[in-house]
């Protein structure tokens, strides 16, 4: 027994002197980077892959959390760069999935500074990276969505188009997958813009017991929307027209796709809240329910008093009886019901009035995107407009 105790006296002894040798850390490979060094690596990575990082080691993550404006501008600076490298090589701008683009519309809110402290990249954080990310794959995925239904009702509809929709699956899928992809990629900048003119209009107007407040406060919307249309990017033409058309054929294919549940007579009310309530978000989701039940048809599930459509319509439906319900609450005497001229249309056609161009109304619904094996976002009025 006494021999066995002196054995472990004697390996508790060595290992006593082992790790007096090490009693210091050694610092981790991640600190010891230059710190340009450190944010060029990290602003390479997609933001789901600095998340993972970050989450790692805590000698990562403070490094990260220390560096961060100036990660995230490297990141958008990294990702144009790329933009125009490759508009440069190939002639041409690809969806993809970065953010350069969205980046240019929707800058970072103004910097906070500290006291004594001054940060060039202060408005930049991966929160606002995240922000953007988000934005640019609503955009995306809507281009996608409304491009499918309006190729697809093209397709079915129109004399010509059916020749093409009738012949064999494999000619049928080549025509409409090239369609489809041609119209997203021209879809996909108009609705960013679209969704910069939702945001930027959006600003809550100041509240008021006026009987009329309700009716006042569309006045002073439409004008100051107008407003938006006369600055960057709508100052450009070509932007206005396309966002114009883009609008036009988002409202006509959500109109027709709202039936049978919702009349098309009252659609209008609800395409105005779902633009006016969650942007372009929600008319996403829509897209999804549809695609959805599509699916379902497809394996031979459908259920003709079920629906994921008809479930979204059901609660549209209870938030617009919400939204009517807010007025009587607020002692209003007059409902002003929303009407889609409430949002874009009508300053769109006054800001064309202006410019003095032809007035593209919104009851030309029917937007012809697609000539024989042209894709195209514009009308002939387009072209009168762009000469002045």
């Given at each position: 027994?006494?021999?066995?105790?002196?054995?472990?006296?004697?390996?508790?002894?060595?290992?006593?002197?082992?790790?007096?040798?090490?009693?210091?850390?050694?610092?981790?490979?991640?600190?010891?980077?230059?710190?340009?060094?450190?944010?060029?690596?990290?602003?390479?990575?997609?933001?789901?892959?600095?998340?993972?990082?970050s989450?790692s080691?805590?000698a990562?993550?403070?490094?990260?959390?220390?560096?961060?404006?100036?990660?995230?501008?490297?990141?958008?600076?990294?990702?144009?760069?790329?933009?125009?490298?490759?508009?440069?090589?190939?002639?041409?701008?690809?969806?993809?999935d970065?953010i350069?683009?969205?980046?240019?519309?929707?800058?970072?809110?103004?910097?906070?500074?500290?006291?004594?402290?001054?940060?060039?990249?202060?408005?930049?954080?991966?929160?606002?990276?995240g922000?953007?990310?988000?934005?640019?794959?609503?955009?995306?995925?809507?281009?996608?969505h409304?491009?499918?239904?309006?190729?697809?009702?093209?397709?079915?509809?129109?004399?010509?188009?059916?020749?093409?929709?009738?012949?064999?699956?494999?000619?049928?899928?080549?025509?409409?997958?090239?369609?489809?992809?041609?119209?997203?990629?021209?879809?996909?900048?108009?609705?960013?813009?679209?969704?910069?003119?939702?945001?930027?209009?959006?600003?809550?107007?100041?509240?008021?017991?006026?009987?009329?407040?309700?009716?006042?406060?569309?006045?002073?919307?439409i004008?100051?929307?107008?407003?938006i249309?006369?600055?960057?990017?709508?100052?450009?033409?070509?932007?206005?027209?396309?966002?114009?058309?883009?609008?036009?054929?988002?409202?006509?294919?959500?109109?027709?796709?709202?039936?049978?549940?919702?009349?098309?007579?009252?659609?209008?009310?609800?395409?105005?809240?779902?633009?006016?309530?969650?942007?372009?978000?929600?008319?996403?989701?829509?897209?999804?329910?549809?695609?959805?039940?599509?699916?379902?048809?497809?394996?031979?599930?459908?259920?003709?008093?079920?629906s994921?459509r008809?479930?979204?319509?059901?609660?549209?439906?209870?938030?617009?009886?919400?939204?009517?319900?807010?007025?009587?609450?607020?002692?209003?005497?007059?409902?002003?019901?929303?009407?889609?001229?409430?949002?874009?249309?009508?300053?769109?056609?006054?800001?064309?009035?202006?410019?003095?161009a032809?007035?593209?109304?919104v009851?030309?619904?029917?937007?012809?995107?697609?000539?024989?094996?042209?894709?195209?976002?514009?009308?002939?009025?387009?072209?009168?407009?762009?000469?002045?």
């Open positions: 027994m006494t021999h066995f105790l002196d054995r472990v006296r004697t390996v508790l002894r060595r290992g006593k002197r082992g790790c007096s040798v090490s009693t210091v850390p050694k610092a981790s490979g991640w600190t010891r980077l230059p710190s340009h060094v450190f944010v060029a690596i990290i602003a390479s990575c997609e933001l789901k892959d600095i998340g993972s990082l989450l080691c805590r990562l993550h403070d490094r990260v959390l220390k560096l961060e404006f100036a990660i995230a501008w490297a990141y958008i600076q990294l990702r144009k760069q790329m933009r125009h490298q490759s508009h440069y090589i190939h002639g041409t701008l690809s969806p993809g970065d350069s683009f969205i980046s240019e519309l929707f800058p970072p809110p103004p910097p906070e500074y500290s006291i004594g402290v001054a940060h060039d990249n202060a408005g930049y954080s991966l929160g606002y990276l922000d953007l990310k988000r934005c640019w794959n609503t955009c995306i995925r809507l281009s996608y409304l491009a499918d239904h309006v190729v697809e009702h093209h397709l079915e509809t129109d004399p010509i188009a059916k020749i093409l929709w009738s012949s064999s699956k494999t000619e049928k899928e080549v025509v409409f997958s090239k369609a489809v992809a041609s119209l997203q990629a021209k879809l996909l900048y108009p609705i960013a813009y679209a969704v910069f003119f939702l945001e930027t209009s959006a600003s809550p107007d100041s509240d008021s017991d006026h009987p009329h407040h309700h009716e006042i406060m569309t006045v002073a919307s004008e100051r929307q107008q407003s249309l006369q600055n960057a990017p709508f100052d450009d033409m070509h932007v206005f027209l396309s966002t114009h058309h883009c609008m036009q054929l988002l409202f006509s294919t959500v109109q027709r796709l709202m039936g049978p549940e919702i009349s098309h007579s009252t659609a209008e009310s609800w395409v105005s809240l779902l633009l006016t309530t969650s942007t372009m978000e929600r008319i996403v989701r829509f897209f999804v329910s549809i695609a959805k039940d599509d699916q379902r048809t497809q394996k031979g599930e459908h259920d003709s008093t079920w994921h008809k479930e979204f319509l059901w609660a549209m439906r209870r938030d617009l009886n919400d939204y009517m319900a807010s007025f009587s609450d607020h002692g209003e005497q007059i409902i002003i019901e929303p009407k889609l001229n409430h949002v874009w249309f009508h300053a769109a056609c006054k800001e064309m009035d202006r410019r003095g032809i007035p593209h109304t009851k030309d619904t029917e937007v012809h995107v697609l000539h024989g094996s042209v894709v195209k976002l514009e009308c002939d009025y387009c072209y009168d407009c762009f000469d002045k």
